[in-house]
């Protein structure tokens, strides 16, 4: 560690506070494969190898987009932009993290979950992050792994995964469309500065709205999947229902009038349905299995 570099430059080069959420999310994920009945030895030693794996992807894609952080104002004063944590310190962050949280998993999980996070490693920062120059389908590319740690919780119950997984997988896989497209649309010229090819970027604000909008319906129809093969009930359909239709109004609103305003309505809106519909999802599924 340098002189300069803070505890905070550590956390914000791990990217701690997206890793939280990702966890909360794989920790929910393996209660529900369990029915209820995961360890606590279980739940830490998935927390110790997901935030292992989770962070060695947010330093690594840091590294590879240090010019692009230079030149976006949002993320300019970044440790590695501003030389705090030098790319030596980062690289060896990243190695550690990421083969200790691959071996940790392996070990005292098992093998398919290290594997899922590997993948989830490799298609962050060698596939989204390089087309994030390249095409707009980046975000298309980026909702993979970004998906993946709902696989990793899931797998750490030692079921394997079902049916039941790829819903999870999927319900994930389509909220973040509406959640990053409010994100790119707001920061829309700073992501043009960072040279980032954006959907805000290359279409009129309309083309936004009109996709996160058949995004939002998408993960509406497929919120209700685990209800229709029977792994969930009655409190979750309502439930789902109800978040999921005041999720899309917030979207079409957003598609009526494009303002920064309601793009950030949406972004906020999606960050508190996510959280109560996994919520719902696990505390139903376990009812149904138990």
């Not at 594997?115 to 707009?136: D, E, S």
């Amino acid at each position: 560690m340098t002189a300069q570099a803070s505890f905070g430059d550590w956390v914000a080069l791990s990217k701690a506070r997206i890793q939280f959420v990702s966890l909360t999310g794989a920790l929910l994920c393996a209660w529900m494969a369990s029915a209820g009945t995961l360890s606590f030895a279980d739940g830490l030693h998935l927390a110790i190898g997901l935030t292992g794996m989770s962070c060695a992807s947010a330093a690594l894609n840091q590294i590879l987009e240090i010019d692009i952080d230079a030149r976006m104002e949002r993320t300019r004063d970044r440790p590695l932009p501003t030389g705090r944590i030098s790319l030596a310190q980062a690289r060896w962050f990243t190695l550690i993290t990421g083969v200790g949280g691959a071996v940790w998993l392996a070990a005292f999980l098992n093998p398919l979950t290290a594997w899922l996070g590997v993948i989830m490693l490799i298609t962050y920062c060698f596939v989204y992050t390089p087309l994030k120059r390249v095409t707009t389908l980046n975000t298309v590319v980026g909702a993979i792994p970004g998906a993946m740690p709902l696989l990793v919780g899931w797998a750490a119950a030692g079921q394997g995964l079902n049916r039941m997984a790829g819903i999870i997988f999927a319900i994930l896989f389509l909220w973040q469309f509406p959640h990053f497209l409010a994100i790119a649309w707001m920061y829309r010229e700073d992501y043009e500065r960072g040279g980032l090819k954006m959907l805000p970027n290359a279409s009129a604000s309309g083309a936004t709205a009109r996709q996160s909008i058949h995004y939002a319906i998408a993960l509406f129809v497929i919120s209700l999947a685990p209800v229709l093969v029977g792994f969930a009930g009655k409190a979750y359909f309502y439930g789902a229902v109800t978040l999921g239709l005041a999720f899309l109004a917030y979207v079409i609103q957003f598609s009526l009038g494009h303002t920064h305003k309601r793009a950030r309505a949406v972004l906020i809106s999606s960050i508190i349905y996510l959280p109560l519909l996994l919520a719902l999802l696990t505390w139903d599924y376990s009812q149904t299995r138990t």
